[in-house]
Every structure is written in C-alpha cells, then in structure tokens.
C-alpha cells in the first residue's frame, strides 16, 4: 500500500524555511545538501513528490531550472511531481510536473495511481503536509534536525498532532544532523 511521508530538514527551532521560503540556511549546513546512502535508499522507494507551491517556486529559482532543465532529474529523477497551488507556475521543460489545486484528499487518488508500488515523498511543506495529516493520508513524518536556529520562518508542521498520533521508530545520526521517525496515526478528517 502506497504511503504519504513527509521527509525533510528543519533547523533546531523548528523551521522549515525563513520568512520568506529559503532554503539557504539547509545548503550551508555540511551534509545538507543530501545524497548520502540513507537518502538514495528512501529516494529508491519513492514513485512521487508532492510539494507546495513554495517550495516548488523556490527550487525552481533556487537552480535556474527554467533555463537548466537538465538540472531536473539531479533533483528528483523522473518521478511525477505534483504541486498544490492556487496559481499558475512555471513549468520545467521536459520534467512531469502537475499542478493541481484545492483539498488533498480530492487528488489523492491520482497521486497514490501515479506511485504505483511505491510511495510519496511530500517534499514540503510544512502546511502541506499538515494538510495530507488533516485528511487521515500522512503515514509518517521523517525529520533531519540540522545545527542551525533562524529565530523565526515556516514551521515545522503547523498542526497539533500529539503523541496519540505520533509515535517514535527511529533515531540515527547522520553527520551534524539528528534524524527522527515518527509513524502517524490516522486521524478523522476534520469538517472544518
């Protein structure tokens, strides 16, 4: 059975991103940028990236990848990419990226189809992947606690889920990152 985890990098306080969604606090944290053999195997059992429109629009800058596509499969392979966005964004020539809008639940189908036997890595962020935990579908959440504070930015996950839906599986180091597996259990889907 396909399952949705939300995998990624947060500083010490909490933080997905600064205030206005960089990631460059990540990149210049040693090891931040990926790659490492624990990665290559999650990535392995990944069939599709689900991100945010921030997070998308920041890549999408971030590597140029309008005028670079090439840069694309370094990123995320040939997976299907689905952004949640309320706007139009800019496509990367070449790369399978769909852009859909409103609740998770309605696109899940799709999504969980275009997986196949593998599973969705949502990228981020952090709204987002609250929102797959607000629909009952976030499986689990993977975190990589990096040595850096901003003081202030994009949360974590912005939800309360508390130890009756989060429960601990793993802890392992990963260079100057602590890396923390928690399994989610599923919650009624909310009527708000």
């Given at each position: 059975?396909?399952?949705?985890?939300?995998?990624?990098?947060?500083?010490?306080?909490?933080?997905?991103?600064?205030e206005?969604?960089?990631?460059d606090?990540?990149?210049?944290?040693?090891?931040g940028?990926?790659?490492?053999?624990g990665?290559?195997?999650?990535?392995?059992?990944?069939?599709?990236?689900?991100?945010?429109?921030?997070?998308?629009?920041w890549?999408?800058?971030?590597?140029?990848?309008?005028?670079?596509?090439?840069?694309?499969?370094?990123?995320?392979?040939?997976?299907?990419?689905?952004?949640?966005s309320?706007?139009?964004?800019?496509?990367?020539?070449?790369a399978?990226?769909?852009?859909?809008?409103?609740?998770v639940r309605?696109?899940?189908?799709?999504?969980?189809?275009?997986?196949?036997?593998?599973?969705?890595?949502?990228?981020?962020?952090?709204?987002?992947?609250?929102?797959?935990?607000?629909?009952?579908?976030?499986?689990?959440?993977?975190?990589?606690?990096?040595?850096?504070?901003?003081?202030?930015?994009?949360?974590?996950?912005?939800r309360?889920?508390?130890?009756?839906?989060?429960?601990?599986?793993?802890?392992?180091?990963?260079?100057q990152?602590?890396?923390?597996?928690?399994?989610?259990?599923?919650?009624?889907?909310?009527?708000?």
């Amino acid at each position: 059975m396909t399952r949705a985890i939300f995998y990624t990098a947060t500083t010490l306080d909490g933080y997905l991103a600064t205030e206005d969604d960089s990631l460059d606090w990540l990149f210049a944290t040693p090891g931040g940028e990926g790659g490492d053999e624990g990665f290559q195997r999650f990535l392995d059992g990944i069939g599709v990236l689900v991100q945010g429109s921030s997070t998308y629009e920041w890549v999408v800058a971030h590597e140029d990848l309008v005028a670079h596509p090439e840069k694309w499969p370094a990123y995320y392979g040939e997976r299907p990419t689905f952004v949640f966005s309320t706007r139009a964004l800019p496509g990367v020539p070449g790369a399978d990226v769909r852009v859909v809008a409103g609740e998770v639940r309605a696109h899940w189908e799709q999504i969980a189809q275009a997986a196949g036997t593998r599973d969705v890595w949502i990228v981020g962020g952090g709204d987002l992947a609250g929102q797959f935990a607000d629909a009952g579908l976030l499986d689990e959440v993977r975190v990589s606690v990096a040595p850096a504070t901003l003081g202030a930015g994009k949360p974590l996950l912005p939800r309360v889920l508390g130890s009756d839906r989060l429960r601990l599986v793993s802890v392992a180091q990963a260079g100057q990152f602590a890396e923390l597996t928690y399994t989610v259990d599923a919650a009624a889907p909310s009527d708000g």
